[in-house]
């Protein structure tokens, strides 16, 4: 899932979940310890999870919508709607019961159909939602996707209001931690209707299910705010009455709100780092996140970037060692890799070890600015070019500007035929560009959706949504096909990092760093749970 900068605020959805014991009240001294004021790093893009891609947007539904199951402290699944699973011998048919008495916050109560009409709706071609990929695996989902069968043929049924049947084409390994993410969650059809192309654009234009919700987002205002849901099945184990949410873009505007004691919580740029790193507030999470170039290749991108030669120096110029310096103080760490490190253990080793050392040499932590020019002056040659001109787009964040403009120093300085300008611009925006391609070069992160390669790999595959570059190779394309369907593990393995490779080798995308959070967060706050970015307030209290 897209993760904007700054990372400490923005949160996504992982799977290595992190206990926080450390947050708390806005209000020193003050009588009530039930509003926890908490920021994110970008303006809410949709709550429509259908058509949600991103962290902020999947931060506020996973905190008002539930599904199956929750993940919760160290990605262990938790207890959501469904109260027993049933899975056949041959692993392709799983059988929910869910709870009864949970109810909608329109006063609907939550039933199997939900569960139906929003899994048919997000596959649904018209709906274009681009996460419709990961329903891969259940019956029928690609042909549907494809517009090949009906919306109604998919693997998934309701016998009764209370019994959910589906029903795989093939084992899905990961299934169960899949039914945690909030792409799977149920949707209120009776909102969805009534509100029609308004629905999710505003806190007004919804139906929660979750722990909160959502009160006084407009779709474009800074500040909105979760109230506990008195509809909510297991209300007794929310402990907070409200959280109250800002937009802080800068890391100085939030450090400052943060020291009045006006927020809990403060992500931190590489000064602030060094300055705080023995605070008793510091805290450092792993995201199993990548942050990454795209190089647009499709319709409104550049012929200059479809010549694999240009994209080899540009990879090769940039300075990731001193990249992660000028971000966070080198708390992130330079990525040769489009998977995210310690993501994935392969018989005891990091999966990212099986990637070769040639395609990982395209991206050495501190650059190679002779063998850039080298690639440059055959990339030019081929081109009939003596100079080019690239503009770079990012987030409007501090840190997003920051990295931006250290790769267009790294280039330019190295590279003087190439002039790059930035252009920096809302999260939201920035989203919208790049899902319609219309882009030269792209910053962007990618936090995995569960924890397995594939969740980074399957992106760029050809003609997948979230392939904003619309880099292409068939025989990469097999290679991730034959990952999903074959019955061995070591072949699966190698399937997957002879892909990576491809990608690499060819500079399909440009790896910059893996991701890491760095923030204060206040002392006095328990049960606060981060799976890597995405914050479960469920069971949050304030001591």
């Not at 039930?34 to 709550?47: A, D, H, Q, R």
């Not at 139906?207 to 297991?234: E, R």
Request: one cysteine or more; proline letters at 3%; aromatic letters at 10%.
């Amino acid at each position: 899932m897209k993760l904007p900068k700054n990372i400490g605020q923005a949160a996504g959805v992982c799977l290595a979940a992190l206990a926080l014991t450390a947050c708390g009240s806005s209000k020193a001294g003050s009588s009530s310890k039930k509003t926890l004021y908490w920021t994110t790093g970008s303006e809410i893009p949709t709550m429509d999870l259908s058509k949600a891609t991103d962290s902020v947007s999947f931060t506020q539904i996973s905190n008002t919508f539930e599904g199956l199951y929750r993940l919760g402290k160290d990605s262990k699944i938790t207890p959501g709607l469904a109260t027993s699973e049933k899975v056949s011998k041959d692993g392709k048919t799983y059988t929910f019961t869910l709870r009864k008495g949970d109810k909608w916050s329109n006063g609907d109560p939550v039933t199997a159909k939900d569960f139906v009409y929003s899994w048919q709706r997000t596959v649904n071609p018209k709906t274009e939602s681009e996460y419709s990929y990961l329903f891969s695996g259940i019956k029928n989902a690609d042909k549907i996707v494809a517009g090949k069968k009906p919306v109604s043929s998919l693997g998934i049924k309701a016998v009764g209001k209370y019994k959910l049947v589906v029903t795989l084409e093939r084992r899905i390994p990961y299934f169960n931690k899949l039914m945690g993410f909030a792409v799977f969650f149920p949707q209120n059809e009776r909102a969805v209707k009534k509100f029609g192309s308004k629905y999710g654009t505003a806190s007004k234009y919804m139906a929660y299910n979750g722990p909160y919700v959502q009160k006084g987002w407009t779709g474009s205002n800074l500040s909105w705010k979760m109230v506990k849901n008195k509809n909510y099945w297991d209300k007794g184990k929310v402990k907070l009455d409200q959280i109250s949410w800002s937009v802080q873009k800068s890391t100085t505007t939030s450090y400052n709100l943060y020291q009045s004691k006006k927020l809990d919580a403060t992500s931190l740029d590489s000064s602030q780092i060094k300055q705080l790193k023995n605070n008793k507030a510091f805290t450092s999470l792993p995201l199993g996140a990548t942050f990454y170039m795209e190089f647009g290749q499709g319709k409104g991108g550049s012929s200059y970037v479809k010549n694999a030669n240009i994209r080899k120096a540009l990879a090769l110029a940039i300075d990731r060692k001193g990249l992660v310096s000028t971000i966070d103080g080198g708390a992130s760490q330079p990525a040769n890799t489009l998977t995210a490190k310690d993501l994935t253990k392969v018989d005891g080793k990091d999966y990212t070890s099986l990637v070769s050392s040639s395609a990982k040499s395209l991206y050495p932590a501190s650059g190679d600015k002779a063998l850039a020019k080298k690639y440059l002056a055959k990339g030019l040659k081929e081109l009939g070019k003596s100079k080019i001109k690239l503009t770079l787009i990012s987030s409007d964040t501090d840190s997003a500007k920051k990295t931006a403009e250290a790769i267009q120093s790294d280039v330019e300085s190295t590279l003087p035929q190439v002039k790059v300008e930035v252009n920096s611009v809302p999260f939201k925006t920035l989203l919208n560009r790049l899902a319609s391609h219309n882009f030269q070069l792209g910053l962007i992160d990618w936090i995995a959706d569960f924890a397995d390669p594939i969740s980074f790999l399957d992106l760029f595959t050809t003609g997948n949504s979230q392939n904003d570059g619309q880099w292409s190779n068939s025989e990469y394309d097999k290679l991730i096909a034959d990952s999903k369907t074959t019955a061995s593990t070591s072949q699966r393995w190698s399937d997957l990092s002879k892909a990576e490779d491809i990608l690499l080798d060819d500079a399909g995308i440009c790896p910059l760093y893996y991701s890491t959070s760095v923030m204060l967060v206040r002392p006095n706050v328990k049960k606060a749970y981060s799976t890597r970015g995405n914050w479960d307030f469920k069971e949050t209290y304030l001591k």
